[in-house]
């Protein structure tokens, strides 16, 4: 008896329900890497290396003195915040049922995009749909619930089956492409029409270069109306605190109202000194320009190397990365980039599709993303 339950256990476990965590697979393209001489400049992780803005500290020291336990659906001024940042930078105005009972602040937007499907109560048997190329965590997020899952980015691809839940990601880890706003509405009204949650991740949509990034909640997009739909923000990269864990979903009151229930139940709450940072971070939109002015720069710097180098940049119009190919196998590039001490992430972990390119990340020092233009330059 006790080892059949012992063997039920290892069926079940979680080695058998989610994939291998893919950055171990780097770890001997990083170690070779680091054998350079000039050191590694890891490319790979999109972690902020710059400084959390000053007056985010302040306001995380000046709330310190937190004795209590903060409700599970945040700050009033939080919830306040994040609405007033998504109708002055998103231009998220005028949308029915969109108030400070369809806002929850959330720790971190992974857990948030993890546990997203259990709180929904999606089960076995139930589908979940995501782009083709895609952030892991949609997959996981599935897998942990027992759903199907279909890497898919037309609606054509789906099939006569209704999903559950369906994923978009503009602009897209890895590969920043952005979805223009008649596509979003296409995606919209098919979800209604099934009765699908839609739920948008929108984490890089302030950082916008060659194309204007647009919220599913934009009243051009969701008609007015945020029914069916949940939008989920990020602050770690717009400004760099990755290590606060500060993150907000909001959309359709009833669908935050079933996400509210359970994480009281599971005492999912944002600490408090972290919400009142939060609620400054969004109110202050000088230090995010000077954010984007530093992102610009080095990826002014890396996507000619990278180009010169031979790569062939596709998408990347936005957000924190720039999708390279040399036409080869990703392990093959990623191998040959540890080479001259660089460390990319290679495409294969978003996906089937993303083989032959690696991801690029602009979160590095300038330093380092000058010294990895130096390097390929001299490959």
């Known amino acids: 008896m006790v080892e059949e339950a012992r063997q039920r256990r290892l069926e079940t476990g979680v080695s058998q329900r989610l994939p291998d965590f893919p950055w171990d697979q780097l770890a001997p393209a990083a170690e070779r890497a680091r054998e350079h001489p000039d050191g590694i400049v890891d490319l790979s992780i999109g972690t902020p290396v710059d400084p959390t803005p000053e007056a985010v500290r302040r306001a995380l020291a000046h709330a310190s003195d937190s004795p209590g336990y903060p409700l599970t659906i945040g700050r009033v001024d939080t919830r306040r915040a994040a609405l007033d940042w998504m109708a002055r930078r998103l231009g998220v105005t005028g949308v029915a049922g969109l108030d400070t009972d369809a806002v929850i602040p959330a720790i971190g937007s992974k857990e948030l995009i993890a546990t997203l499907a259990l709180h929904l109560g999606v089960g076995p048997g139930d589908l979940v749909v995501y782009p083709e190329l895609a952030y892991p965590t949609y997959d996981v997020g599935a897998r942990l619930v027992g759903a199907r899952t279909l890497a898919a980015d037309s609606l054509t691809a789906i099939g006569p089956e209704t999903p ?103 005492g999912l709450i944002m600490p408090g000194p972290q919400q009142v940072a939060m609620a400054t971070a969004l109110a202050d939109d000088v230090h995010v320009e000077e954010q984007r002015e530093r992102y610009a720069a080095r990826r002014a710097l890396l996507r000619p190397a990278l180009e010169g180098a031979g790569f062939r940049i596709d998408h990347s119009e936005a957000s924190l990365y720039l999708w390279a190919t040399r036409g080869e196998d990703c392990w093959q590039t990623v191998a040959g980039l540890a080479e001259l001490g660089i460390l990319a992430a290679p495409g294969a972990f978003y996906g089937a599709s993303g083989a032959r390119h690696v991801r690029v990340a602009l979160t590095v020092t300038d330093e380092r993303a000058a010294a990895a233009a130096a390097r390929l330059a001299s490959s």
């Open 164 to 266: 559950r839940l369906l994923w978009l990601n503009s602009p897209s880890n890895p590969t920043g492409r952005v979805l223009p706003a008649e596509h979003l509405r296409k995606v919209v009204d098919w979800c209604r029409q099934r009765g699908t949650v839609l739920v948008s991740d929108e984490c890089y949509i302030e950082l916008g270069w060659e194309s204007e990034p647009v919220s599913v909640l934009h009243p051009d997009v969701c008609g007015g109306s945020a029914d069916g739909l949940l939008a989920i923000h990020s602050l770690s990269k717009r400004s760099n605190l990755a290590g606060y864990r500060c993150a907000f979903v909001a959309g359709d009151p009833v669908l935050v109202g079933e996400l509210l229930a359970v994480r009281k139940n599971l």
